[in-house]
C-alpha cells in the first residue's frame, strides 16, 4: 500500500517571486533611494525608507517591488494587516506572483481571517498555473517551477485548514469552492470533503457525484454519495458508494490526519447495509461486522448495523437449523434495542419473538 505526503511546513518565503524586474536609473532621486534600499542592512531602517519611498513615489515602476519586500518584512514582524495591504498594493499593480501571494496566505492565516485565506489562496493557484503551464525553458526555470507548484499545494492546504476551523457554513463552502475549482484532485479535497459537502445542505449529493466522478480516490466523496442513497433508499447505490471507498481507501496514499481506519469501517458499514437492503444475509452479515468497531458511539449508524446484523444471523440460523447463530441475532437485536434510533422498537419486538421461539433464550 502506498504511503504518502509530508504535511507542507513553509516560513516566511523571500523575495524570490519579488524579482526586480526593472532598471534602477541611480540618477534619478528615486533610484538612489531603491538603491539605499537594496544595500541597507538594519531591518528597522530599511522598513522606514521603503514606507518613504511609497508615500513619494507610489507611482514608479518599483513601487511593486518595494511592496513586495515590505510584505516579507512586515510578515516577519506579524504585522498582518501591514503586510496584507502591501501585497494588495502589488496585485493592485497588475503583478500576482506566486511568492507574494503565499505571504499573503500566511499573513492572513496570522491574522485569522478566513476570507482572506480564501482570496490570497485563490489568486496564488491562478499565479501559479500561469507560471507551470508554460514548458520551462532552462534548468532555472524548472527550478522556479517546481517551487511554485510547491507555493500551489501551500494554496490548497490553507483552503482546507481555514475550512476545518471555521463554524460558518457558508465560508466553509465557499473555501470548498475554491479548492474545487483549484484542484478536484487535492488530497486536501478528500479531507475537505465531508465537512464541504454536509455545509451544502440539499446540493451535498450532487456535488458528491461530481467529486467522486473526478477524482476516484476521493473516498469521502463516495461515503457521503453512498449516505445520500440510502436515505433515498437505492440500495444499490449504497452497496457502489461503499465499495468504491473501500477500494480507495486501500489503495490510495495514506493521509496524515485522515481517519481511513474509521472510514474502512464506514465504508464496510455501507456494503453491509446495502446487501441488506437486498436480504443478501451473508454479504451483509461479513460487511457488519468488519463495520462495527468502527461505528460504536454514533448511535445511527451503530443500531442500524446491530439490527441488521440481528437479520442476517436470526435468518442465516434458521435457513440452517442453527439455534447457535439465532441466538447470534438475538444478542444484535437486544443490543439494537438498548439504542435510541430509528430502528429501537422493532429490534425489541424482534427480540421478543426470537426469545419466545428460542425457548425463551
Request: with cysteine.
Amino acid at each position: 500500500m502506498k504511503r504518502g505526503w509530508v504535511t507542507l511546513v513553509f516560513l516566511v518565503l523571500p523575495a524570490l517571486a519579488q524579482r526586480q524586474n526593472f532598471v534602477i536609473n541611480v540618477g534619478t532621486p528615486e533610484g538612489q533611494v531603491l538603491q539605499q534600499i537594496g544595500q541597507e542592512t538594519d531591518q528597522a531602517k530599511k522598513v522606514g525608507m521603503m514606507e518613504d519611498f511609497l508615500a513619494k513615489y507610489p507611482k514608479h515602476e518599483g513601487a511593486a517591488w518595494v511592496c513586495g519586500q515590505l510584505e516579507t518584512a512586515y510578515l516577519e514582524q506579524k504585522q498582518f494587516d501591514k503586510a496584507l495591504a502591501a501585497a494588495e498594493k502589488v496585485y493592485a499593480g497588475g503583478t500576482n506572483d506566486p511568492d507574494v501571494g503565499f505571504n499573503a496566505i500566511k499573513a492572513a492565516e496570522g491574522a485569522g481571517d478566513a476570507q482572506q485565506v480564501l482570496t490570497w489562496s485563490q489568486r496564488t493557484s491562478e499565479a501559479a498555473k500561469a507560471v507551470t503551464a508554460k514548458p520551462p525553458a532552462d534548468d532555472d526555470a524548472k527550478q522556479y517551477a517546481e517551487h511554485v507548484n510547491e507555493v500551489s499545494k501551500y494554496a490548497e492546504y490553507a483552503l482546507y485548514a481555514a475550512a476545518l476551523k471555521s463554524r460558518d457554513e457558508k465560508m466553509i463552502v465557499n473555501l470548498g469552492d475554491a479548492l474545487a475549482k483549484a484542484n478536484p484532485k487535492s488530497q486536501y479535497m478528500w479531507l475537505v470533503s465531508s465537512s464541504y459537502l454536509r455545509a451544502l445542505g440539499a446540493k451535498g449529493c450532487a456535488e458528491a457525484a461530481k467529486l467522486s466522478a473526478t477524482d476516484s480516490q476521493n473516498a469521502e466523496a463516495q461515503l457521503f454519495e453512498a449516505d445520500c442513497s440510502w436515505r433515498g433508499g437505492r440500495a444499490a447505490g449504497v452497496v457502489s458508494g461503499g465499495e468504491r471507498a473501500l477500494h480507495a481507501l486501500e489503495t490510495r496514499p495514506k493521509v496524515e490526519g485522515g481517519g481511513e481506519a474509521a472510514k474502512i469501517g464506514t465504508a464496510n458499514f455501507f456494503v453491509g447495509i446495502g446487501n441488506a437492503m437486498q436480504q443478501r444475509w451473508g454479504p451483509a452479515n461479513k460487511a457488519l461486522r468488519a463495520a462495527l468497531p468502527a461505528v460504536k458511539g454514533e448511535p445511527i449508524y451503530e443500531a442500524n448495523a446491530l439490527f441488521n446484523l440481528g437479520m442476517a444471523n436470526y435468518t442465516l440460523g434458521k435457513s440452517l437449523g442453527d439455534k447457535s447463530q439465532m441466538r447470534q441475532g438475538l444478542n444484535f437485536f437486544e443490543q439494537a434495542a438498548a439504542i435510541k434510533s430509528n430502528v429501537q422498537d422493532q429490534a425489541s419486538r424482534n427480540a421478543t419473538l426470537i426469545k419466545a421461539e428460542l425457548g425463551g433464550r
